[in-house]
């Protein structure tokens, strides 16, 4: 992969520290960023799209996947502060971000780390996602392979991809492999699917 990509677990491209602004109806923040980590010049517009239609979540156990510096997990631990977040992310810049971003907004329910640091036990209420869509169709479709069976019985996830992207091709392949797909917005191009089912049996 080319160095630098957010993707990779160490960034080969330098350091450069910055901020951005979260801002949505019910929650303003300033992130900390940097390069090498997905979308660090501003907000993601898919990331805005997933979290300003995002209903309410009921208190649980929460993972985001893919957390990047950590704009999904720190709103879902605002928003829900019963809630325990997991922000899980490969790359390990992004990860040292998200704590940083959740400790300087008082969130203690954030718990960051990266694809091996969680307990294999864990099951999740809901997973909430921006995926990483240019890792290519086998890789992502490889990283939801292994997450999405962590969903606890009735557990849903919820998955923001833009159409030119494959949103669509997407939620076939989900609903091939057994789980329900609804789309539950549409803005900017970009697709909220919730998806839910299909989880392995013990």
């Not at 959740?102 to 809901?126: Q, T």
């Not at 997450?147 to 833009?162: M, N, S, Y």
Request: hydrophobic share 45%.
């Amino acid at each position: 992969m080319p160095s630098g990509q957010y993707f990779e677990a160490e960034p080969g491209i330098a350091s450069r520290p910055g901020r951005v602004t979260l801002a949505l109806a019910d929650l303003t923040a300033e992130l900390a960023v940097d390069r090498g980590v997905f979308s660090s010049a501003r907000i993601d517009p898919g990331t805005l799209v997933l979290l300003r239609a995002l209903p309410p979540l009921a208190d649980g156990t929460v993972l985001d996947l893919g957390c990047g510096y950590g704009p999904i997990a720190c709103t879902l631990a605002h928003r829900s502060p019963g809630s325990t977040v997991w922000a899980v992310d490969v790359n390990q810049r992004a990860v040292a971000l998200t704590v940083a971003n959740a400790a300087s907004m008082g969130l203690p329910n954030v718990h960051a780390a990266g694809p091996d640091g969680l307990p294999d036990d864990i099951r999740f209420d809901a997973i909430v996602s921006n995926p990483p869509i240019r890792v290519g169709k086998d890789a992502l479709h490889g990283v939801l392979e292994r997450w999405l069976p962590r969903l606890a019985p009735g557990g849903e996830a919820w998955l923001v991809v833009h159409r030119h992207l494959g949103a669509d091709s997407l939620a076939a392949w989900l609903a091939a492999g057994g789980r329900g797909v609804e789309r539950r917005a549409s803005k900017q191009g970009y697709r909220l699917l919730r998806v839910t089912g299909g989880e392995k049996k013990p």
